[in-house]
């Protein structure tokens, strides 16, 4: 297998739900529109990563369904090599519900793993990616698989603490460079969760065994720290008509992931990234906005960066 970026994570049918307000505990409320689409953390950061030019190969499982299927001819759609993706018989594919406020964009996500629950160490044999110059991973595939490639690969590892918990020591030795947001940043560290760029700055810090940490917060921008120069950077974030934040830090971790392949150094493939996941927002959906390279390296020479 020949590519760039080796992505090991999920894959969804999401159904995105647009609301004026939040509900209550014993709330209903009514959605103002909705949205049906493809998702999954993995499969949002490959085609982030395919869509800014990189060659792209995705492992993981689907269910033995039409929603399988479809997820399937739409990666290989958007340039994503699908051949190490198997079929879960018995199981439905990965399903998730995203709750968008028309207020400003936030949302919150409920995922069903399906058969994203399924995708374990053998799915790596053999270890395809001796070539891959990154590889990918996320926290919506079973943690023991997730080590079991973190172990394996010879590339740089890029880990997206994502769903936030807490990770082991061990795995940790093997990440080069860490992308969690502020919640996951805390629940990694198993510190406060950081309100300002400083504390998150100070937060990553903590992280000795990693060498590169990169905090996303959202419009605030992302906190770059890193423990060879010891020392962190702050890029801010480009004003833009957010409607939807759906899949923005997926969007970041794909693009960083195949600049970094391509040889750009830390900053560069983050500005490059936070640019592209600004613009990502523009849109509705996980992938409703994903930006080529060309428009996110416009948007990229325009946004600032200060030490810290």
Known sequence: MSVEVVVVGSLNADRTLYVHEWPGPGETVMAADSLAGFGGKGANQAVAAAKAGGSVAMIGRVGDDSIGREMLADLRQQGVDVSRVRTQAGSPSGSA?????????????????????????????????????????????????????????????????????????????????????????????????????????????SLTDVPVVIVTMGAAGVVIRSRERGRSTHIVAPRVATVDTTGAGDCFCGVFAVESARGATVEEATRLAVAAASLSTMGHGARGALPTRDAAAKLAMQLGQFPL
């Open 97 to 205: 519900t995203v709750v968008v406020s028309l207020a400003g964009g936030d949302n919150f996500i409920i995922v069903d793993p399906g058969a994203n629950a399924a995708v374990e160490p053998k799915d790596l044999d053999p270890w395809p990616v001796a070539g891959a110059a990154v590889v990918l991973l996320q926290l919506e595939v079973p943690i023991e698989t997730v080590a079991s490639a973190a172990q394996r690969s010879s590339a740089l590892l890029v880990l997206n603490p994502a769903p936030a918990r807490h990770l082991s020591a061990d795995l940790l030795r093997h990440v080069d460079v860490l992308i969690p947001n502020a919640r996951e940043l805390a629940a990694v560290t198993g510190g406060p969760l950081p309100s300002s760029i400083e504390e998150a700055a100070s937060l990553a810090g």
